[in-house]
């Protein structure tokens, strides 16, 4: 196959700059019930399932709060920021609206919920979408990954998944995927049917296609 037969997107760190506004929000929320939150905190965070990443929040700051209540303070404040702006990582809008004009299928495959993601599906073409709150099983499980597939009537196999975390690599491997990790705030393994870019900044569906056929 000298093309993928899809491209699964992951959202945060990938197409868009989230993580530092993810990273702010457990600050304040830590903040506000006397604790401390670092970078380092945030960081082993980063691609992971939200109410997983709550349960593990709590643990740390013990602010008697249930993780769903802090699964729907961190939406909110994530949702509120995405309204008022979407910070692109280079290159990610451009290869989306490329490779849509080229007639191949996309998806997004996000642990963000739907209200988050929504400025960017709106901005973006997209043909399925899949979000953290719809999903029983989140990053690293492959059913994120394994739903969008379905949803375009491919096999996971014939499918570039875009990740720049650990955790969602692990989900796209699970999956079947072959994977192209775009490092941004933590570092990715490397693995079997891997590939590496140091951005996506240049990259054109020609350059993807031949990506593609390394793998």
């Known amino acids: 196959m000298t093309s993928p037969a899809a491209v699964l997107w992951d959202l945060d760190g990938t197409i868009v700059d989230t993580e530092p506004l993810w990273m702010a929000a457990e600050t304040a929320l830590a903040a506000r019930h006397g604790a401390t939150w670092t970078e380092e905190d945030g960081l082993a ?6 109410l997983e990443a ?7 700051i013990g602010s008697g709060l249930h993780p769903e209540q802090i699964v729907d303070h961190l939406v909110n404040e994530l ?21 849509a004009a080229a007639g191949v299928p996309q998806a997004l495959v996000t642990m963000s919920y739907r209200s988050i993601a929504a400025p960017v599906v709106e901005a973006l073409p997209f043909d399925a979408v899949v979000t953290g709150d719809e999903v ?11 739903a969008a597939a379905r949803m ?21 491997d699970a999956a079947g995927c072959v994977v192209l990790v775009v490092p ?17 900044a240049g990259l054109d569906v020609s350059m993807l296609r031949e990506l593609w056929a390394t793998a």
């Open 45 to 50: 965070l980063v691609g992971s399932d939200l």
């Open 136 to 146: 029983s099983r989140g990053k690293p499980h492959p059913e994120p990954y394994l």
């Open 184 to 200: 941004h705030m933590v570092t990715v393994p490397d693995g079997p049917r891997r590939l590496v870019r140091t951005s996506l």
């Open 152 to 172: 375009l009537g491919v096999d996971p196999a014939d499918c570039l998944a875009v990740e720049d975390s650990a955790t969602g690599a692990a989900s796209a």
């Open 54 to 60: 709550a349960h593990r929040i709590e643990a740390h």
């Open 79 to 99: 949702g509120e920021a995405m309204r008022r702006d979407q910070p692109w990582r280079p290159g990610a809008p451009e290869l989306v609206r490329a490779l």
